[in-house]
């Protein structure tokens, strides 16, 4: 059997039911502003990292070339007091370049 509406065998027949009432709802949005109070409390610690300083001490020492053994010390040690000390912040790779250049002489 063929539901097609040109079909002659089965023609198009109409019956009405009674009425019903359907509800289109419609909804619209309602800005509703809820507030959530945050507090945020800052807590501070200190946390220890090494910084690494170098310290260097230069010092000048009088070499005599008929001085003994001796003198040469008491030089030195007169030297290092009247010596001043310099702080220097260098790098590792300074530090190391200067000994090398030291070393070299």
Do not use: W
């Not at 040109?6 to 027949?13: E, G, I, L, N, Y």
């Amino acid at each position: 059997m063929s539901c097609h509406p040109c079909d002659p065998f089965c023609p198009t027949v109409r019956v009405y039911d009674p009425p019903v009432t359907v509800f289109n709802d419609i909804f619209h949005p309602q800005i509703v502003e809820v507030v959530h109070r945050v507090n945020v409390v800052n807590r501070h610690h200190c946390v220890p990292c090494e910084k690494h300083l170098y310290e260097y001490c230069y010092h000048n020492e009088e070499v005599s070339n008929e001085g003994s053994q001796r003198s040469r010390s008491h030089n030195r040690s007169r030297n290092h007091n009247s010596s001043r000390s310099r702080y220097a912040g260098v790098s590792k790779v300074k530090a190391k370049a200067k000994a090398k250049a030291k070393t070299s002489r």
